[in-house]
Nanobody, 124 residues
Framework: VQLQAFGGGLVQAGGFLRLSCAASGRTFSFYRLGWFRQAPGKEREFVAA????????YYEDSVKGRFTISRDNAKNIVYLQMNSLKPEDTAVYYC??????????????????WGQGILVTVSS
């Protein structure tokens, strides 16, 4: 399984970006896809998660109402639409995939596969 993330960059506060994560390999074995982020000097934190085959979607509180996670199963892509971006959203963003059901949707260890990080910088 490989995850390849795209779409990072520099944007002004209030702007938007869409991150994409293309999955290849045994994607049919996925249970859940997620996005995490890590800001400089901080630990990696959960952003959003979506089941591969339908179900409840989860967001970290600070991104609710601004970010939307979605997937295109036919293309094996998961998206993170980020609107109303704030400087505090600046971080390296990672997509991740987990094969096994877990209540711990917001914990990194619940995901076995990770894409390379992509940098999102929001200027004030």
């Amino acid at each position: 399984v490989q995850l390849q993330a795209f779409g990072g960059g520099l944007v002004q506060a209030g702007g938007f970006l869409r991150l994409s994560c293309a999955a290849s390999g045994r994607t049919f074995s996925f249970y859940r896809l997620g996005w995490f982020r890590q800001a400089p000097g901080k630990e990696r934190e959960f952003v959003a998660a979506i089941p591969w085959s339908g179900g409840r979607i989860y967001y970290e509180d600070s991104v609710k109402g601004r970010f939307t996670i979605s997937r295109d199963n036919a293309k094996n892509i998961v998206y993170l639409q980020m609107n109303s971006l704030k400087p505090e959203d600046t971080a390296v963003y990672y997509c991740a995939a987990g094969r096994i059901y877990s209540l711990d949707y917001n914990v990194a260890r619940s995901y076995e596969y990770w894409g390379q990080g992509i940098l999102v910088t929001v200027s004030s």
